[in-house]
């Protein structure tokens, strides 16, 4: 599909005739994807060597980020295919494993110099082909207050998320100036829509919030060397008063009130609170509203022994509160008193993900739990049979009364109980979030520094997402990363572990030894780490990562997603990012309902 439409004419804008604000900024954006596409139409015709071709793709990615908002809002898919990874793609439905492609593969060609000069054209010719994909979506679809709100609210994380971790641009590392850009570009259009309304209403929020972009990007313009770009205090001083002033101008606006069929809070203001996310967003459709009743009757169910065949485990043998929601253990105990095959993780917000299980067998937190009372080696009970054991203790007459209208004949009912206990084990309060929020100014030099170092030259926040730390992927948030980074045996490094994860699935090589990626936030308590509990310290973890992961350390493993390279952090580097790491301990469940 889109290489055919690659042989299309030009695209021209004779679908839109601009007669106000809000056409002015849909041409706006249509015309920046015709430009990207121009540009490398352009590096297409010189090729990957030549002195301008950096320039050209340069040019061209920044005319894509102008655009990326509406873009990729109207199609997340294709918005993600152009500017994703460059990984190879499994496609589920044929079990195929597809070429990278996008603008991040051809990154790699002009840069690492190790693509074929027809190999490039190619790649070229696809990116253009969603580029047009996308140019037609826009000249299609009018841009309406909501569409604008939410594209810009989506556009405002990829700046902190992807922009200058450098996920956006991981070989380049030109994602600083493209912050700036996208920031510039949303000043434009806001000039052309909705800034009126806002002059009318509040002249003083216009003015404060055309200051914070001035200064944002500014600050951008001033700190432009990747590696020592001091990201904490641009997220502090910078964007946040930026999201600050977004939130502000929407509701002064009154043209949009925000929407619950969103992962994020609109009224949030910035992305590191408590509410920053919609849990109800992550949770199955039909338990999307839990009452307080069928909370409280899951935090009961949560502790209670009788749910499993051999009255012996509950929730809590392998999720203590005291340890994040852990156990310590390197390996889960099963109900034999025998080693099951994977470390446990941790409760806490854990419900922001879209696949559970370390080997992202589950789709939601519904199916993780049945597959806990289903385990042999766990629970062992029948889910269609409900156990009259729990009414034992006769106050759960009442709790299911109260919660459900009556006491159950199955286990459903108890396993939307305990997915709506667990949607409410969710905090952001740590010392990071106070600081960041600038509720504090506690941070220590060592701790920025291990934030900065986390979210630039360590690589972690690439796979780690900031703000939620897990491999679930914003803005969209409808895909949890999975990767195959190579983790051994033992802690002697000598091994990889024989534990393929999500290769039972589909069978297929790309899969083998791959893992969802888990949180960060609370590591410190939540040892001992990896999936097979390999290594009892964080200081390992932190070598094996410098390293480069089992690629690095000499493992056969051509289909590693982690970056064979050695970081080249130092000692005192590798203690920062430790340090850092410390500061996301919080374990003060406020929850959000």
């Known amino acids: 599909m889109f290489l055919a439409s690659c042989k299309q004419e030009k695209p021209t804008y004779e679908t839109i005739t601009p007669k106000d604000g809000w056409q002015t900024a849909q041409h706006y954006y249509l015309q920046n994807i015709d430009s990207a596409i121009t540009k490398l139409d352009a590096l297409k015709k010189v090729g990957a060597t030549a002195d301008n071709s950096k320039q050209l793709f340069t040019e061209a990615r920044l005319y894509f980020k102008k655009a990326e908002p509406y873009a990729s809002y109207l199609n997340p898919e294709v918005g993600h295919k152009t500017n994703g990874p460059a990984l190879p793609v499994f496609q589920d439905d044929n079990n195929r494993v597809m070429a990278p492609i996008g603008l991040q593969k051809i990154e790699e060609g002009i840069y690492e110099g190790e693509t074929a000069p027809e190999t490039f054209t190619e790649e070229i010719n696809v990116a253009m082909g ?50 700036a850009v996208s920031l510039t570009s949303l000043e434009y259009v806001y000039s052309q829509t909705i800034q009126l309304t806002i002059l009318e209403k509040n002249k003083a929020l216009d003015a404060e919030f055309k200051e914070h972009i001035k200064n944002a990007v500014t600050y951008l313009k001033e700190h432009t060397n990747f590696a020592e770009f001091d990201r904490f205090t641009f997220i502090r001083d910078y964007m946040n008063p930026i999201t600050r002033n977004w939130v502000a101008i929407r509701k002064t606006s ?130 269609h049979k409900f156990s009259n054991d729990l009414l034992k203790d006769t106050t759960y007459i009442k709790l299911f009364e109260k919660a459900y209208g009556s006491v159950p004949n199955k286990n459903t009912v108890v396993i939307k109980a305990l997915s709506a206990y667990l949607s409410t084990l969710n905090t952001f309060n740590s010392k990071f979030d106070k600081n960041i929020r600038s509720e504090e100014n506690t941070y220590t030099k060592e701790e920025q520094l291990g934030f900065n170092l986390f979210t630039g030259k360590a690589l972690c926040a690439t796979c780690h997402f900031i703000p939620l730390t897990n491999g679930t992927v914003p803005p969209f948030f409808n895909d949890t990363e999975k990767e195959v980074i190579g983790v051994p045996e033992t802690a002697e490094n000598k091994q990889l572990d024989d534990d393929t994860g999500f290769y039972w699935y589909y069978k297929v090589a790309i899969h083998k030894g791959m893992f969802k990626t888990p949180t960060v936030r609370n ?71």
């Open 254 to 383: 009154e043209l949009w009130n925000g929407s619950q069929d969103y992962p994020f809070n609109f009224d949030a203001p910035t992305f590191f609170e408590n509410n920053s996310f919609n849990t109800a967003y992550f949770l199955p459709s039909n338990n999307r509203k839990p009452t307080k009743e069928q909370i409280e009757l899951g935090e009961k169910l949560f502790y209670d022994e009788n749910l499993s065949s051999t009255k012996t485990m509950s929730c809590v043998t392998c999720h203590l509160p005291e340890l994040a929601y852990t156990d310590g253990k390197t390996l889960t105990i099963g109900n034999k008193g025998k080693a099951l095959q994977r470390n446990a993780p941790t409760l806490i917000n854990s419900i922001y993900q879209k696949r559970f299980f370390l080997d992202g067998r589950s789709e939601t937190i519904a199916d993780q739990i049945t597959s806990v009372f289903k385990n042999k080696d766990e629970f062992n009970t029948q889910v």
């Open 523 to 593: 590591v410190e308590l939540t040892g001992p780490y990896m999936h097979n509990g390999v290594y009892t310290t964080l200081e390992q973890v932190v070598d094996f990562y410098n390293k480069g992961g089992g690629g690095g350390l000499g493992f056969d493993l051509p289909h590693q997603t982690l970056p064979f390279d050695n970081l080249q952090l130092t000692e005192e580097e590798q203690k920062a990012i430790i340090a850092f790491m410390k500061t996301l301990t919080d374990t003060q469940i406020e929850g959000t309902y």
């Open 130 to 179: 969603l580029m047009r994909v996308l140019h037609k979506n826009i000249a299609k679809r009018e841009l309406t207050p909501k569409r604008f709100f939410v594209a810009t609210h989506q556009q405002l994380l990829r700046i902190i998320s992807f922009s200058i971790t450098g996920f956006d641009t991981p070989v380049s590392t030109i994602g600083l100036n493209e912050a």
